[in-house]
């Protein structure tokens, strides 16, 4: 049973969309960690939430973490081709476990 | 500043064989871990460490050994190498103070193929 749980697995759309990509657990997380990686990489930070409730936004991503503290959601405004990777969610702690991941795809 | 260091980039093995993946890293960095990805997939964790002579199992330990005897290194053993084992095997490590907050710094990989 994976300990965070993301949605959708896959997500293919056309740029200049919308879209918004999910990750949740039923523990509480003390924060919780976005990354993306591109193929051949190794993953690379994008955002620490920390406080329930919490949204922070880097252009035109937007993240928040659900007041409970147990999930958290990715939103991203007009995509653009160079969003395209894998999109993946750590809980802090000392384990640190990922989701699956959401591998977005955005078409020009 | 080098970062966490992996070695080798990519490694053919045969099934039964041993080997073991290299990881340093040059931050003084107390955590770090040992992941594994599957093709398309995301990150599974085999094992962990939060200082030297201390390891933990992660989620998918079985046919990996480790070991800290330093900050600086956290090598990864494959005893007896199985197919299942083929993957991309990713290091990481990041530092303790304010752990809420801090990321994990990752290594380039290492693509292993057992035959």
């Known amino acids: 049973t994976q300990l965070l749980e993301q949605s959708p697995q896959f997500l293919s759309i056309q740029e200049g969309e919308n879209l918004t990509v999910y990750c949740n657990s039923s523990?509480?997380?003390?924060?919780l960690q976005w990354y993306r990686q591109e193929p051949g990489e190794g993953p690379v930070l994008l955002v620490t939430?920390?406080?329930?409730?919490e949204v922070k936004k880097l252009k035109r991503l937007t993240f928040q973490f659900g007041d409970a503290r147990k999930d958290s959601s990715l939103h991203i405004t007009a995509a653009q081709p160079g969003d395209t990777g894998l999109y993946l969610c750590?809980?802090?702690?000392?384990?640190?476990?990922f989701g699956a991941g959401t591998r977005l795809t955005v078409k020009p | 500043n080098a970062g966490v260091t992996q070695t080798p980039k990519f490694r053919i093995l045969k099934i039964g064989q041993s080997m073991t993946l290299q990881c340093t890293q040059d931050?003084?960095?107390?955590?770090m871990y040992w992941y594994r990805q599957d093709p398309g997939m995301g990150l599974k964790l085999i094992y962990y460490?939060?200082?030297?002579?201390?390891?933990d199992k992660g989620e998918v330990p079985n046919g990996y050994n480790v070991s800290r005897s330093t900050t600086e290194d956290f090598p990864l053993r494959l005893e007896l190498a199985a197919p299942s084992q083929t993957s991309v095997y990713f290091c990481?490590?990041?530092?303790?103070?304010?752990?809420?907050?801090?990321?994990?710094?990752f290594g380039n990989g290492t693509r292993l193929t057992v035959t």
């Open positions: 990481a490590s990041r530092p303790t103070g304010g752990a809420v907050y801090s990321p994990l710094h």
């Open positions: 523990s509480v997380f003390s924060s």
């Open positions: 939430v920390v406080t329930g409730g």
């Open positions: 750590a809980g802090a702690r000392n384990d640190m476990r």
């Open positions: 931050m003084n960095h107390n955590y």
């Open positions: 460490s939060v200082g030297a002579g201390i390891t």
